[in-house]
């Protein structure tokens, strides 16, 4: 019912003079909706808004009783509104209240009214609010007129989220800015109070309505050929040749010429937006879809037309700067900063100055994953898998990470932010209190001294050795080399990285671990094969054996590096013993070449291996009488003995690490050890090992060399300088005999600690 010849075109212009003139939020509110009303020739227009998690409230209404308006309030699924704000989706009713979901509200007076036409206002796809306009008389709106109120539904939503109408709902009440409290899988603790930086802000685009459409067209045409450039340019990259990158830019490539996409966008330009708004209107649908779409497959392909959304916006604002906010890098960040992303790479990571970091929250990633690995490095707290964090954060606002606990609070209550603010000056102190430690033995209560190593893999995280006092280096993950680059590093790169390895350890013990790839840990140099159990699959020494070309040069680097030093080097995922006899021939083999050519070889070369596949527990003895040392890996140990996949957050956190059956296996491997080969150095390095709590039940079972992630070591070290451990090592085999049938002994192992005064700090 739309005017003939007026279209949106003329309202969304009258609609931004509105919001443009110098007047009160509400004054605006109250003459959008009587704008729209008009041009709609509708005798009700009503706009709703979502004022907490759950609940929509009238904020403006043409045509309902004024004194409606912010008292009634619904849930969303309540009535034709909540219906719209559940769904997402638009709402059009010749006789709405045959409707079944229809609910009167007296003070409304809307009983009168037949027809009823409503739609979500979405803002980068998540919902926050309803705009709706209603007909005396019983009648079908057209097509036409439901894309016409679409459109008009997303310039209201940059207006509702204007610094004025932000300013008019505080002023309402308290919390009415939506608070959101999101939970995740913990990836690396810690906690952070800061502003969210959006990694991919979002672009605000100042021009809605376009002055010459068939000008916006050719705008819309030239930008997406630059964006196919730009996706060749990329995926042309050498580096990239056969990776799952370049797979990835494949199929975006073939989306960024899918006709209907680009239809969709063509069709409301004609309608008379801008192309940036275009672009922007289309995405918010996709992402809407995307919101609900179950089936994971679509879902991620719904994912990448976001991304290519994301791109083809800035490529449009680029060109003319109808648009602001490009660029999250390029941007200053706030102090403590939380940042926001999808997904993130790794170089992506270190784009930022990771001084002003204060934690990150992704919607994607894993345990394993490459920006995980760096984050965890840099001693980020991580959550991951947070579903539509993106989504409803905004730049700037307040967010507590608690990552310890995977939970993340947008815009916390102020009772919530005290309450944490609390939390945090109390960790403050006791990791000031850790870190006085730091030129203090582990020596324990009862006199026993402990070896404390850190697990390492970039030069970066050296400067801990000192700073923590630790006392070397219990693994030293050589692949993170290979992950952050994007070709293979040569083997004269290899060397200097080591050579600079040991020497900031300066003299303290280093062991290298030879490369353990594959899985989800793959290089981007090397092609993804996709496999269907990765964490099962090739991987690590089964590519190093395959591949002896790829081992031998590594192994050259490291004899090279150490030249005149002592070598510790071990291979993990080491299944069987042939495999640890075929890795050792390659050294030697490589040793032989360094004495032909007549190089400097190591002083002394220490040969052992990771003890993380079950097999090897059945092959002890053998390798006892094989290896110069050994190191236990706690976390692959504990994904094959369960059967739970470590990079799943599904299956990640199913089963206690201080589960009777995982410390009934270590105890074996502690007593084993110690009666066959009593002088021959055992550590455990995973992270169990850097955890206050599991690291004292480590040391309970008779490990006394643990090697964890820095984070961990003020904290293990505080444990182990109050622990009695005597004592406890007297009390653990009964744990262990009485733990049967149980699935966790931390509480025996916790109480144990309340008892004796042994400080328990979380990292
Ligand atoms: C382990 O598996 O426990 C380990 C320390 O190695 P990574 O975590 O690198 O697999
Ligand atoms: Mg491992």
Redesign the pocket.
Known sequence: MMLPGRGPRVLLRRLRDVMAEQEPAQQKLDRIVHLIAANMVAEVCSLYVLVDENTLELFASEGLRPEAVHRVRLRVGEGLVGVIAATAEPLSLAEAQRHPAFRYFPETGEEDYQSFLGVPVLRGGALIGVLVVQNRTPRHYTDEEREAMEIIAMVLAEFLHSPEVLALREELGANRVRSHHLRGESLHPGLAIGQAVLHEPRIAIHQFEAADSEAERRRLREGLKKLRDELETLSAHPGLAGSAHAAILEALMMFAEDASWIHRMEDYIRLGLTAEAAVMRVQSDNRARMLRQQDPWLRARLHDLDDLSWRLLRILARGDGNAAGLNGQARELPEQAIIFARGMGPAELLDYDHHHIAGLVLEEGTQQAHATLLAKALGLPLVAGVEGATDLVEQGDTVILDAGRGEVHIRPDAELLESFQTRMALKQDARKRVLRLKDAPPVTKDGQRVELLM?AGLPADLEYLDELGADGLG?F?TEMLFLMQQRLPGRNEQESHYRAILEAASGRRVLFRTL?IGADKIPMFMPDAREPNPAMGWRAIRIGLDRPGLLKMQLRALLAAAAGRELWLMFPMVADIGELRGARDLLRSQVRLFARLGRDLPRKIRCGV?L?VPSLLWQLDALLKEVDFISI?????MQFVFAADRANPRTARRYDPLHPAMLRLLSDIAQKTRARAPEMPVSV??DMAGDPLEAMMLLGLGFATLSMPPAGIGPVKAMVRSLPLETLRAEVPKWLAEGEGTCSLREAAAQFARAHGVEIVQV
């Open positions: 697990n693994l993950r353990d990771m993380e890996g706690t976390n692959d140990l390095c995973g």
